[in-house]
């Protein structure tokens, strides 16, 4: 392979915790942001939980010599919260919403509200084109009964399918973002495996940040320490992925994350540690075809057989959440159903009170309005919740049907494979900074 060309490129990616009058020191820590950003250090920034539009002027504004190409991409009730800031040029951008992003009675944890998607964006870099992912998935509340599992697991999908169908003319892909996933969680190995993206973290064999590469860490002042247990240091949630191609072979050289509070500053940027990824691109001639050609099966039967397993268990944590939804879907209309049957009682009885001309007792007028109130109350919320369980129940069941034909196609696949080898064992994490 004769390198024609190569390109370093500094991509960070920062979870902003970006709340007003909910997040502590907000104004704050977007001039900490910007002041740090426009030192013009990166070539890439992917923010995410960039709530307020007013933040974003106000980062657009400040990185307008630094990082001169910019979107924001707007999507829900409150936004999307996802953000890109480059030194190269912006050619095109498109958002994808996930079709599942919990439940809008749950107005405490506020992630339907956000209208969580993916953005990307296609980049010209030299004479490369990459396209840019910025993502934030839904949160994981609790661990031992995390009942936004499904949601979560049909966003990785969609995100997986996203990133393969639109990517497919690119020189280089990067993927980054908040997850919401652990390393080895199903979702994150549905994306790696299904998309072929590479962990930063994995793949760097320079590495200076918190342990284990991990981004929400018990040491950092806004982090709460009860949604880490029983994590008691922290957890890697955030994550800076990328994958070449036939023309283009992509290496990160060194990562780093902060470590808790910034120096010379009383507090950090935010909840989450940030990450920086300086990656190596290098052109070059595309293979042969046929060139190695039984090795190649080989490694594609085994990659092939684990992805068949990945999407079975996918598919059968879709199928979890589809019979919570149906169970769901009928309380709701049982209940619809008894204040209905309320409402016909209440209106037999006053009818019955209006006949009797001779009743010596009044007409309790301010019960009888109460009660209507209560039922039609109960009617409409009713109505609500069966129509957005159906909705849930639709995009369940789209995914389950989309994951039970990838399968059959992997094995269709997989039998035109020779016979397939074990897999891959996975390459350890980076444990620091070489000493040569």
């Known amino acids: ?169 690119a020189d280089v892909v990067i993927l980054g973002g908040d997850l919401n996933m652990h390393p080895q969680d199903l979702g994150n190995r549905l994306l790696r495996s299904y998309t072929g993206l590479r962990d930063s973290y994995l793949e760097t064999a320079k590495f200076d940040g918190c342990e284990d590469g991990m981004t929400l860490i018990a040491d950092n002042p806004f982090t709460c320490k009860k949604e880490l247990v029983p994590f008691e240091k922290g957890i890697r949630i955030d994550y800076i992925l990328f994958k070449g191609s036939s023309k283009t072979d992509i290496f990160c050289d060194s990562m780093s994350t902060t470590k808790g509070c910034v120096p010379d500053h009383p507090f950090p940027y935010s909840d989450h540690e940030a990450l920086t990824s300086e990656l190596r691109l290098e052109s070059h001639t595309p293979p042969e075809v046929g060139k190695d050609e039984q090795s190649k099966d080989q490694d594609s039967a085994g990659k092939v057989a684990e992805l068949v397993d990945i999407v079975t268990e996918a598919r059968t944590e879709v199928k979890v959440g589809l019979h919570c939804a149906e169970r769901k879907r009928c309380t709701a209309a049982r209940t619809g159903v008894m204040g209905l049957a309320l409402l016909f009682l209440e209106l037999a009885i006053a009818t019955v009170s209006w006949l009797a001309l001779g009743a010596e007792q009044p007409f309790p007028r301010t019960s009888f309005y109460l009660l209507a109130a209560l039922c039609f109350a109960i009617l409409l919320t009713t109505s609500l919740l069966y129509i957005f369980y159906t909705m849930e129940l639709k995009s369940l069941q789209g995914a389950e049907d989309q994951m039970r034909l990838a399968v059959g196609s992997l094995q269709e696949k997989l039998r035109g494979f020779p016979l397939a080898q074990p897999h891959n064992v996975q390459r350890k994490p980076p444990v620091g900074d070489p000493e040569e």
Not at 129 to 156: F, G, M
């Open 1 to 169: 392979m004769s390198n024609a060309d190569s390109v370093r490129v500094r991509v960070f990616s920062l979870n902003c915790w970006g709340i007003h009058y909910l997040s502590k020191h907000c104004g704050q820590r977007y001039d900490m942001i910007g002041d740090m950003l426009s030192k013009g250090e990166h070539d890439i920034v992917l923010l995410q939980e960039v709530w307020s539009e007013k933040d974003h002027l106000s980062l657009k504004k400040k990185l307008a010599c630094s990082h001169p190409h910019s979107h924001y991409f707007k999507s829900g009730v409150i936004g999307s919260g996802l953000a890109i800031f480059s030194k190269h040029r912006i050619l095109d951008t498109f958002l994808y919403r996930y079709s599942l992003n919990g439940y809008p009675y749950m107005a405490h944890h506020g992630d339907w509200f956000g209208g969580k998607a993916v953005g990307m964006a296609v980049l010209s870099i030299g004479s490369l084109t990459a396209n840019v992912y910025v993502t934030h998935l839904h949160a994981e509340y609790c661990r031992e009964k995390d009942s936004y599992l499904p949601h979560r697991v049909v966003q990785a999908w969609e995100l997986q399918q996203f990133v393969r169908h639109t990517s497919a003319g």
